[in-house]
Nanobody, 124 residues
Framework: VQLQASGGGLVQAGGSLNLSCVGS????????MRWYRQAPGKQPEWVAT???????NYADSVKGRFTISRDNAKKTVYLQMSSVNLEDTAVYYC???????????????????WGQGTQVTVSS
């Protein structure tokens, strides 16, 4: 089971960027999905969460500017970033609670998985 994040890049302040994170491998079901970020020299910061029922929560620092969504059929979580500013520069990581399928094709214990991160750089 893997989570693969993509979509990062260089964007001007005030611009927009869309991140994606796709789950692959033997996945039975995905529960909550999240985005985190870590700016240089700073602690990791939670950005947003979307539940299996599509309820969403956002950090105050991104509320009103970022939108988290998901496509269960594609095992994908998205982060639409708009009105970005210099403080949004960070490596963005996706995270998910999911049930993998075991070798007997039965669900195993729910576990937390992380993507590899995608760099977002905002320029002035």
């Amino acid at each position: 089971v893997q989570l693969q994040a993509s979509g990062g890049g260089l964007v001007q302040a005030g611009g927009s960027l869309n991140l994606s994170c796709v789950g692959s491998g033997n996945i039975f079901k995905i529960n909550n999905m999240r985005w985190y970020r870590q700016a240089p020299g700073k602690q990791p910061e939670w950005v947003a969460t979307i539940t299996s029922g599509r309820s969403t929560n956002y950090a105050d620092s991104v509320k009103g500017r970022f939108t988290i969504s998901r496509d269960n059929a594609k095992k994908t979580v998205y982060l639409q970033m708009s009105s970005v500013n210099l403080e949004d520069t960070a490596v963005y990581y996706c995270n998910a609670d999911l049930w993998p399928l075991g070798p007997n094709q039965l669900p195993e214990v729910k576990s937390e998985y992380w993507g590899q991160g995608t760099q977002v750089t905002v320029s002035s």
